[in-house]
T-cell receptor
Framework: SQTIHQWPATLVQPVGSPLSLECTVE??????LYWYRQAAGRGLQLLFY??????ISSEVPQNLSASRPQDRQFILSSKKLLLSDSGFYLC????????????FGSGTRLTVV | QKEVEQNSGPLSVPEGAIASLNCTYS??????FFWYRQYSGKSPELIMF????GDKEDGRFTAQLNKASQYVSLLIRDSQPSDSATYLC?????????????FGAGTRLAVHP
């Protein structure tokens, strides 16, 4: 069966520090992968998506970047965090045309202080 | 106008009652629609999806879709306290060669004994 892993679960980082969040998928190949952010009391905002190794598309201008070094690995990064980067970061994947929706990872709660 | 509109709630219903959650969307090109449940501090989990106009039933849940009115709803029969969560509506859009879900901000449901 397919599973998706995210880590860490929680993170407290000072303003100006770097960030690296990792997401891996098991039990499938060539998934479409997504990074979403959910600010407190807000909806899910799509940040990045990837249809394959090295292929990254950005939805909105961010202080963030993403990379996909391997088929089942998706990384979210920042060189210098801002207070506004705080939120709940979710990785998601779909197989093929996504007829059955996304499956989300357990998320990383990031607090920038 | 937001792409996906949901009443933020909270929607308070007594145990055993029917909870009705509503969602409107702006993109007429949306072909399929997903409902996710999100418990506080957790990642969203898929409850149901619907593609065709009309009703789709799965256990205590019924999704209703009216594409002409750009309206989708979720009914929860025999509501239980364990149904207390935020419910996210997400139309699927195919754009630029990939699928993405556009999420509403969610409706918070509170089921009281």
């Amino acid at each position: 069966s397919q599973t998706i892993h995210q880590w860490p679960a929680t993170l407290v980082q000072p303003v100006g520090s770097p960030l690296s969040l990792e997401c891996t998928v098991e039990g499938t190949s060539n998934p479409n992968l997504y990074w979403y952010r959910q600010a407190a009391g807000r909806g899910l905002q799509l940040l990045f998506y990837s249809v394959g190794i090295g292929q990254i598309s950005s939805e909105v201008p961010q202080n963030l970047s993403a990379s996909r070094p391997q088929d089942r690995q998706f990384i979210l990064s920042s060189k210098k965090l801002l207070l506004s980067d705080s939120g709940f970061y979710l990785c998601a994947w779909i197989q093929g045309q996504g007829n059955y929706g996304y499956t989300f990872g357990s998320g990383t709660r990031l607090t920038v202080v | 106008q937001k792409e996906v509109e949901q009443n933020s709630g909270p929607l308070s219903v007594p145990e055993g009652a029917i909870a009705s959650l509503n969602c409107t969307y702006s993109d007429r090109g949306s072909q399929s629609f997903f409902w996710y449940r999100q418990y506080s501090g957790k990642s969203p989990e898929l409850i149901m999806f619907i593609y065709s106009n009309g009703d789709k039933e799965d256990g205590r849940f019924t999704a209703q879709l009216n594409k002409a009115s750009q309206y989708v709803s979720l009914l929860i029969r025999d509501s239980q306290p364990s149904d207390s969560a935020t419910y996210l509506c997400a139309p699927r859009r195919f754009s630029g060669g990939y699928n993405k879900l556009i999420f509403g901000a969610g409706t918070r449901l509170a089921v009281h004994p």
